[in-house]
């Protein structure tokens, strides 16, 4: 299974940008999908997670601004930024909860990671 982002990059502040995640390989259910992003010299934090069956949650920091997606039968993901702040700047990861039947339980998998840079 890998999880593949895409969609960072270099915006001003006030601008938009549309991250996307899509899972792949063997892949019988997801669960939870989320967004995380951590900043030089700061721990990760959840931005926005979703579920299979379409209930979102928001960082305080993010709500209002961001909108969290999702394709069940693609198997994506994807997080709309608006409103884009110099705070926002960090590596946002996907993650995604993965029914492995081998396990007979959920795992976590990450993406690689993708750079969102907000700067005049």
């Known amino acids: 299974v890998q999880l593949v982002e895409s969609g960072g990059g270099l915006v001003q502040p006030g601008g938009s940008l549309r991250l996307s995640c899509a899972a792949s390989g063997s892949i019988v259910s997801i669960n939870l999908m989320g967004w995380y992003r951590q900043a030089p010299g700061k721990e990760r934090e959840l931005v926005a997670a979703t579920t299979s069956s379409g209930r979102s949650s928001y960082a305080d920091s993010v709500k209002g601004r961001f909108t969290i997606s999702r394709d069940n039968p693609a198997n994506t993901v994807y997080l709309q930024m608006n409103g884009l702040k110099p705070e926002d700047t960090a590596v946002y990861y996907c993650?995604?909860?993965?029914?492995?039947?081998?396990?007979?339980?959920?795992?976590?998998?990450w993406g690689q990671g993708t750079q969102v840079t907000v700067s005049s």
């Open positions: 993650n995604a909860e993965i029914w492995r039947p081998y396990l007979d339980n959920y795992q976590i998998y």
